[in-house]
């Protein structure tokens, strides 16, 4: 009653309070069960100190927390510390009366060369499976895309000397791996020396034929940036896990763009060693700011552009095949933001509908790295009001959803910004036709819209980083942002298109339906009466 009194808006001030009562005690946001939406997850955080948290998405409790023995203080590790914490086991289907269990890695020092640390972790209880140190170091963590029998997923580890070590170590794994040792590669950046090296992977290693799971490496390519001109200062590649609808845009003219979709792709930035430091630190004659774009499997790079009188610090997002970043210009005394759209060119001949009917197009052959890329691209700059701490992109399950841009502001904030600013196609007079495809008139700045802010008034203190993962629900993305504070929130870049909203009410549908029934029955007895009446005329 109190429900139908509040859909009517017959409810007093009593009656309100009793009905947000309720509806607390019986949300579903705090169940520990999953939803067929896809919302209630476990965020699973690792601290400096080695301690493990797992958050409930619906209202931020703590379900558990564990301080790791693995990590603690011992003779045999005098300084242990948490790396990062990985998916190791996630149950689909022939594992499904096992929890998943993530992967805690560190190392007993500070230092890249101190050896490594295992630590397996139930995330449903937060029991300590099982922990171990390794006999070598961890320089780097790959995740591989396969999975065994118990869908435990494999990792790469290299160490400092360039061995790679495989896990789990179990011969079906290796039986996995040994299926794609060819097309396994990697990428090392040297930030000091300004190298940046691709690797791949020769036969076991030397010495150690009774390892199975120990291989060698070797050096495919290398990239040496001139140390007097240029300084790394950042890089960044793609999301593995990044679900892409379409390779082919239809622009306005109804013509067809195809993306460069490639998961090897490293976007570089370097700047002038003068221009290094912080934000004035060189003058806009001494300081230069190039950025480039890297095939990470041959080493070929297929795009490069220099900012004149720029300098960093560089926040960078790829997603697709298009990539947004943040610097400042020193000529303008602004912050800018510019964006880079990839598109491959050995596809614009299937515009042919001939070829198409008669199957002469290359649509369906296969892309590699090792076939030289016939690639155009497309810039475009904005000025941009503020400094950045930290980008990244929505995700969505399928990547139907439009793309916005998380923009982890100076003031501790999140802005949302659609991707449709970032459009390099803007113009100043749009045609009618851009008009209706979605582009937007060409502007000087990225406005910034109050309404835009992700986190409101609040402020994550301290803010680091902003993590998006995909909800089942693909209108839906999680957004979860970290520093001192946590933030975590659901965003809905082109609305809740596929769902109805949590506040619908049910019952005035259900009143309205019964309204619309009676009021059928109704008119179909006058009508009745009426026709009754005119026969007896």
Request: proline share 4%; aromatic share 10%; net charge neutral.
């Amino acid at each position: 009653m109190l429900k139908v009194k509040g859909t009517l808006m017959l409810a007093s001030a009593e009656d309100v309070a009793a009905i947000q009562g309720m509806r607390l005690r019986s949300s579903e946001k705090s169940k520990m069960t999953r939803d067929h939406n896809g919302f209630r997850k476990l965020l699973i955080v690792l601290t400096k100190s080695g301690k493990l948290f797992a958050l409930h998405t619906g209202d931020g409790r703590i379900v558990w927390s564990l301080l790791l023995n693995s990590l603690q203080q011992s003779e045999a590790c005098e300084n242990p510390t948490g790396i990062n914490v990985y998916q190791w086991q996630v149950p689909h289907h022939h594992a499904m009366n096992e929890n998943p269990s993530v992967l805690v890695v560190g190392r007993c020092k500070p230092s890249s060369d101190a050896p490594g640390i295992f630590s397996f972790v139930d995330t449903y209880t937060g029991k300590e499976l099982k922990s171990f140190s390794l006999d070598h170091s961890v320089a780097q963590v790959i995740p591989l895309p396969f999975t065994d029998s118990t869908e435990q997923r494999l990792h790469l580890l290299i160490d400092t000397s360039g061995q790679a070590h495989l896990y789990p170590r179990a011969p079906e794994a290796v039986a996995i791996f040994q299926l794609e040792f060819s097309n396994i590669y990697w990428y090392s950046v040297e930030a000091d020396s300004g190298v940046i090296k691709g690797h791949g992977l020769k036969s076991n290693c030397d010495g150690e034929v009774a390892n199975n799971y120990c291989f060698g490496t070797r050096e495919v390519w290398s990239i040496v940036f001139p140390s007097e001109s240029e300084k790394i200062i950042t890089t960044i590649t793609r999301n593995s896990n990044e679900a892409v609808h379409t390779q082919a845009k239809v622009v306005a003219d109804q013509d067809v763009m195809y993306k460069y979709i490639s998961k090897n792709l490293l976007f570089v930035a370097t700047v002038s060693p003068k221009a290094s430091g912080d934000i004035g630190s060189a003058t806009p004659e001494e300081s230069h700011l190039v950025v480039y774009v890297v095939d990470t499997v041959t080493g070929r790079i297929l795009h490069r552009m220099n900012h004149h009188g720029s300098q960093g610090p560089v926040h960078a997002v790829f997603s697709e095949n298009w990539i947004v970043y943040h610097y400042f210009n020193l000529r303008a005394h602004r912050y800018e933001m510019t964006v880079i759209e990839i598109y491959d060119q050995s596809r614009a001949d299937n515009k042919d509908v001939w070829k198409l009917v008669l199957g002469k197009h290359n649509l369906t052959s296969p892309m590699s790295s090792y076939s030289r890329p016939e690639v155009t691209t497309k810039s475009q700059s904005y000025y941009f009001t503020h400094s950045v701490k930290a980008i990244t992109v929505t995700s969505t399950a399928k990547g139907i959803t439009s793309k916005h841009l998380l923009i982890g502001t100076i003031g501790d904030q999140v802005l949302a910004m659609d991707k449709r600013f970032f459009d390099p196609r803007r113009s100043v007079n749009p045609t009618q036709s851009e008009k209706e495809e979605g582009i937007l008139p060409l502007t000087d700045s990225l406005p910034i819209i109050p309404q835009s802010y992700v986190t409101h008034a609040l402020k994550v203190e301290g803010l680091r980083g902003i993590v998006t993962v995909p909800a089942k629900l693909e209108s839906a993305t999680l957004v979860f942002t970290y520093g001192v504070d946590l933030f975590f929130t659901r965003l809905a870049p082109s609305r809740t298109y596929d769902s109805l909203t949590e506040d619908f009410s049910y019952a005035l549908l259900l009143i309205t339906i019964f309204v619309l029934i009676a009021a059928i029955f109704v008119t179909w007895v006058l009508s009745e009466k009426k026709d009754l009446r005119d026969k007896w005329r």
